[in-house]
């Protein structure tokens, strides 16, 4: 009998191949329609196991960006991109592939009546995040109905999501419950203005991604060396996608020795997969339930939607939801010249990057202050965070913090968790002052950080899964 995940894979594919027989369908009675379809469908998988189920349950191979789903990229330029073609600058929309200058509201309008509105990110660009909501708002202006998939949280805290939207969690709370800095690590503040949003205007948020610990074991050990019962947990994932594996190969190579599963191409592009399918299927199960928003907008690394190569491709082996993709890239960083990157080519594995490309400027790597520690789970029946590593030159350096402390207050407030420490941290400034108090030998200890940027020649810092250095300069993807 197939798991619950197979299941709804199954249930969301069977709705979808009713729904694409009729665009008079899918405008008029989408949401009602594929409700029923996605029961019947289920019940039948769960009851009777119709031959059906086998192939859904089958890894299911997601049609190209160049097919014929709504929203999907059609149409190649041929002979020299950057020939007649403008600098690719700050505050330029790029529609492609026709590689023509759009405005902010010409590109609205084109994405009100599509069901999925990819906004890819580089993760530490804070006018990435300013443009995803300024998307998110103007079309709810244009009188559509929003929800806000986030790569950055785990399934099994959608419960906290809820709760934070219904205003019962204060920041702190919605961290430390969702472990945002154990699972995620990137500054909370990036993505603080679109969660305070979603609050406010009571948008529903949905935990898109797959937990931590299944993905790190497949980035160990691969899909096969899942227990049952773990690959029970995950979707169908797909991996004979070609021009995915040779663009997932190419950050590999870019990102040689880093991560725990570095020396296996295959773990870790199963890993990617992981990752991909898991949101892909979070994305296309909620898409078909009764009372949806007319739109879901995915924010997500740019890894997971350039191209159409990963979860845009997998919603629609699922749903076949018309899409678009916006893909926030930082000036300097993206180019019009064919060809492996860096820069990142608009154009590339036989498809545009994005149906939209918005140039935003550079991020600046030290734009938040930070201390400069590696950091650690404090030793057996103690609360706070162990430092584990000390960057040479840094703030905490500079006030003589030391591998084996424990930071236990933080200008006179407990620290009992990482997020409790970056939570404190990303309310300051450069220039600020603050005292902290650390455990060292098993008696307390003060010390007055300055916070200074980093020095620009960083020597190599420890790194504890789940903890990474509360100074390290984060991925871009």
């Keep these: 009998m197939p798991h619950l995940p197979q299941l709804a894979d199954c249930a969301a594919q069977l709705a979808a191949a009713?729904?694409?027989?009729?665009?008079?369908?899918?405008?008029?009675?989408?949401?009602?329609?594929?409700?029923?379809?996605?029961?019947?469908?289920?019940?039948?998988?769960?009851?009777?196991?119709?031959?059906?189920?086998?192939?859904?349950?089958?890894?299911?191979?997601?049609?190209?960006?160049?097919?014929?789903?709504?929203?999907?990229?059609?149409?190649?330029?041929?002979?020299?991109?950057?020939e007649g073609k403008p600098p690719l600058v700050a505050g330029m929309i790029i529609k492609l592939p026709e590689g023509k200058p759009v405005t902010f509201e010409e590109m609205i309008r084109d994405l009100r009546h599509v069901r999925v509105v990819y906004l890819g990110e580089t993760h530490d660009n804070m006018a990435d995040h300013e443009g995803q909501l300024a998307v998110i708002k103007a079309l709810q202006a244009e009188g559509r109905s929003v929800a806000i998939g986030m790569e950055m949280f785990q399934r099994p805290y959608q419960g906290v999501l809820d709760d934070w939207v219904a205003g019962k969690l204060d920041e702190k709370q919605l961290l430390n419950q969702t472990e945002w800095y154990d699972r995620w690590s990137m500054d909370f503040s990036y993505y603080q203005p679109i969660l305070v949003h979603a609050r406010e205007a009571g948008k529903k948020l949905l935990a898109l991604n797959a937990p931590e610990e299944l993905v790190h074991e497949v980035g160990r050990n691969g899909l096969s060396g899942l227990s049952p019962e773990q690959r029970a947990k995950l979707p169908n994932i797909y991996l004979g996608r070609a021009e995915h594996r040779h663009y997932i190969e190419h950050i590999y190579q870019a990102q040689a020795g880093v991560g725990h599963h570095q020396n296996n191409f295959e773990h870790f592009y199963e890993a990617q997969r992981v990752w991909d399918e898991t949101m892909a299927q979070s994305v296309a199960m909620y898409v078909v339930q009764p009372g949806a928003a007319q739109i879901v907008a995915v924010i997500a690394g740019n890894g997971h939607v350039e191209y159409g190569l990963g979860m845009p491709g997998d919603v629609v082996g699922r749903v076949g939801a018309p899409y678009r993709i916006i893909s926030f890239q930082e000036e300097g960083h993206v180019t019009w010249e064919p060809g492996p990157g860096p820069p990142t080519p608009l154009f590339d594995y036989g498809h545009p990057l994005a149906n939209y490309v918005w140039i935003t400027t550079e991020s600046k790597e030290q734009d938040k202050p930070k201390l400069g520690i590696g950091v650690g789970k404090p030793p057996e029946g103690q609360t706070g965070v162990a430092v584990e590593d000390v960057m040479e030159g840094s703030p905490a350096a500079k006030a003589n913090l030391k591998a084996g402390d424990v930071i236990v207050a933080f200008d006179s407030e407990a620290v009992g968790s990482l997020a409790d420490l970056r939570y404190a941290l990303s309310h300051k400034q450069f220039g600020d002052k603050v005292r902290i108090e650390v455990v060292r030998g098993g008696k307390k200890e003060s010390a007055t950080v300055t916070l200074s940027p980093l020095p620009k020649e960083r020597p190599a810092m420890k790194m504890k899964k789940g903890h990474p250095p509360v100074g390290a300069a984060p991925s871009g993807r």
């Excluded at 008079?24 to 029961?39: E, F, G, P, Q, R």
């Excluded at 019947?40 to 190209?64: R, S």
């Design 18 to 82: 009713c729904l694409r027989r009729s665009a008079l369908m899918y405008h008029l009675a989408y949401h009602l329609v594929a409700y029923h379809l996605a029961c019947v469908a289920l019940a039948a998988c769960a009851l009777i196991a119709l031959p059906a189920v086998a192939a859904a349950q089958a890894p299911h191979a997601p049609p190209p960006p160049g097919g014929a789903a709504p929203g999907q990229h059609e149409g190649k330029l041929e002979g020299k991109l950057a």
